[in-house]
């Protein structure tokens, strides 16, 4: 059996034109600037935040009053940072709750202004979860309220990963 060290490179053959081709359609991560940090959370310019803890990236939505059927339009709709959005479950939202005796129990990057917000997860056809952070509690209501409620999107972590064509031209 041949070591790996001695097993023969395998050639492209490729020639000096096509490899200036490719590198002329490489893509390049562009990484959006970091505007603030809160120990745990780092916001970006695009209004993206990195949970450092949990490798999540979160992304509050409008700050109106919106039921969970606009909310999941909008979540569906976001292209912000290479897109993969989503509602987030209930465990995701409890994992951002931080008990403080000052009252701010959702880090003020997040800069919304109510209390409570949707979940993804659902107990029928006509209500869903929502957590509310002023206590820290669960609890399931009609789709169709709006009154306090905001939205968050969520994903995994993605490093903010645009595409964007070099400008390297092929000679």
């Given at each position: ?5 001695q ?7 490729l ?5 200036v081709e ?6 390049f991560?562009?990484?959006?600037e ?7 959370y ?10 450092c803890?949990?490798g999540?990236?979160w992304?509050?939505?409008p700050?109106r ?5 606009e909310g999941c339009r ?5 292209s912000t940072?290479g897109?993969?959005?989503?509602l987030?479950m209930?465990?995701e939202?409890k994992?951002?709750f931080?008990k403080n005796?000052a009252g701010d129990?959702?880090?003020p990057?997040?800069d ?5 917000v949707?979940?993804?997860e ?5 209500s ?13 209501t ?10 968050l ?7 903010h ?11």
């Amino acid at each position: 059996m041949q070591n790996v060290v001695q097993r023969p490179i395998r050639q492209w053959g490729l020639d000096k034109k096509q490899v200036v081709e490719k590198i002329a359609d490489i893509r390049f991560l562009y990484r959006p600037e970091i505007i603030a940090r809160d120990g745990r959370y780092v916001a970006y310019e695009n209004r993206v935040i990195c949970d450092c803890y949990s490798g999540l990236e979160w992304l509050p939505g409008p700050d109106r009053d919106i039921n969970w059927e606009e909310g999941c339009r909008w979540v569906s709709n976001l292209s912000t940072g290479g897109g993969g959005w989503r509602l987030p479950m209930l465990g995701e939202l409890k994992g951002l709750f931080k008990k403080n005796k000052a009252g701010d129990n959702l880090s003020p990057l997040f800069d919304i202004s109510a209390t409570d917000v949707w979940s993804c997860e659902t107990e029928d056809e006509s209500s869903a979860w929502g957590f509310n952070f002023l206590p820290g509690n669960q609890f399931w209501t009609y789709k169709t309220c709006s009154t306090r409620f905001r939205v968050l999107a969520v994903r995994l972590r993605k490093y903010h990963a645009f595409e964007r064509k070099s400008k390297m031209r092929a000679d």
